[in-house]
């Protein structure tokens, strides 16, 4: 069983819908929780980074943790057309050094 | 520009050849990491250096591959004598001193082994 698990999609809603993006992760240990986004052929940008269970937002985002269920979201409200890039979820815990473990990337496109 | 700097942005190697990529870090970051992504793949840990340590290679193959970060200069992945299946991307992750999960990524290596 791979450390962290994500659909790969591809997801394509319309603009203006609410996405829901999902991870499942099977390390109870991880402490720390990243979404990052990644446009075609450039790096991960860093979108959320939250410690533990509860919820973060920032501006049009949010993210959700439940350690319970070991279970990990990002939402976009009034999704635009330039959300669209691969959106990785990462985890790490502070007895692994923290390098991440990141899932394999859920494909979204918003359709104007 | 205070971001992740990594270079070259391409580059293509033939079998059996070194190829040397290079990155700085943030600046007043100290922890540097790598990362490879696959085609089709997600992004694996390859190694997690301090300024002229290696705290965790655990993600590193066992041979060809070497990285440093010394105390002036970039931090160097090196991966002697490629092969094709090196071909990937390459990057590189910086985070503060306090080494907790926050990382930024530089723009990648794309490395083409002929």
């Known amino acids: 069983q791979k450390e962290v698990e994500q659909d790969p999609g591809p997801l394509s809603v319309p603009e203006g819908a609410i996405v829901s993006l999902n991870c499942t992760y099977s390390?109870?240990?991880?402490?720390?929780f990243m979404w990052y986004r990644q446009y075609s052929r450039k790096g991960p940008e860093l979108l959320m980074y939250?410690?533990?269970?509860g919820n973060k937002e920032d501006g049009r985002f949010t993210a959700q943790v439940d350690k319970s269920s070991k279970y990990i979201s990002l939402f976009i409200r009034d999704s635009q057309p330039s959300d669209s890039a691969t959106y990785l979820c990462?985890?790490?815990?502070?007895?692994?050094?923290?390098?991440?473990?990141f899932g394999k990337g859920t494909s979204l496109l918003v359709t104007p | 520009n205070a971001g992740v700097m990594q270079n070259p942005r391409h580059l293509v190697r033939r079998r059996g050849q070194e190829a040397r990529l290079r990155c700085s870090p943030m600046?007043?970051?100290?922890?540097v990491y790598w990362y490879r992504q696959l085609p089709e793949e997600g992004l694996k840990f390859m190694v997690y250096?301090?300024?002229?340590?290696?705290?965790?290679e655990s993600g590193m193959p066992k041979e060809r591959f070497s990285a440093e970060f010394p105390k002036e200069g970039p931090s160097i992945l090196r991966i002697q004598q490629v092969v094709r299946g090196d071909s990937a991307a390459y990057f590189c992750?910086?985070?503060?001193?306090?080494?907790?999960?926050?990382?930024?990524f530089g723009p990648g290596t794309r490395l083409t082994v002929l």
């Open positions: 600046k007043g970051h100290s922890h």
């Open positions: 250096l301090q300024k002229e340590n290696i705290i965790d």
């Open positions: 990462a985890t790490s815990n502070s007895n692994s050094g923290y390098a991440l473990n």
């Open positions: 939250t410690y533990s269970s």
């Open positions: 992750a910086s985070s503060p001193g306090t080494g907790q999960g926050e990382q930024f």
């Open positions: 390390n109870s240990a991880f402490q720390y």
